[in-house]
Nanobody, 120 residues
């Protein structure tokens, strides 16, 4: 099993910044990718940003140019730097990883979510 622990959410004014962190632990053979998704009330979960083991990055269109995803040196931690936040960025942000728990068994795991609220 793989556990994901997120931190860094909170309340911020429009135009402000927040940094989210997500640490993966447990039985991890290798991580294929880690990333962030978000879900606002009444909306479907959407891609925010992902980074794979080779360092390739993908951003959702709504956050391009404002958010930056990065990995820790241990490759089991991922960060999301969010700048120029807008009220429409308000959502629960979920950390996700595709990882091998053994050489032949992989799966997708989700964190519990962290609330980000952008409001004046």
């Amino acid at each position: 099993q793989v556990q994901l622990v997120e931190s860094g959410g909170g309340l911020v004014q429009p135009g402000g910044s927040l940094r989210l962190s997500c640490a993966a632990s447990g039985t991890i053979f290798s991580i294929v990718s880690m990333g962030w998704y978000r879900q606002a009330p009444g909306k479907e979960r959407e891609l925010v940003a992902t980074i794979n083991s080779g360092g390739a990055i993908d951003y959702g269109n709504a956050v391009k140019g404002r958010f930056t995803i990065s990995r820790g040196n241990d490759k089991n931690t991922v960060y999301l730097q969010m700048n120029s936040l807008k009220p429409e960025d308000t959502a629960v942000y979920y950390c996700n990883t595709y990882a091998y728990a053994s050489p032949t068994s992989w799966d997708s795991w989700w964190g519990q979510g962290t609330q980000v609220t952008v409001s004046s």
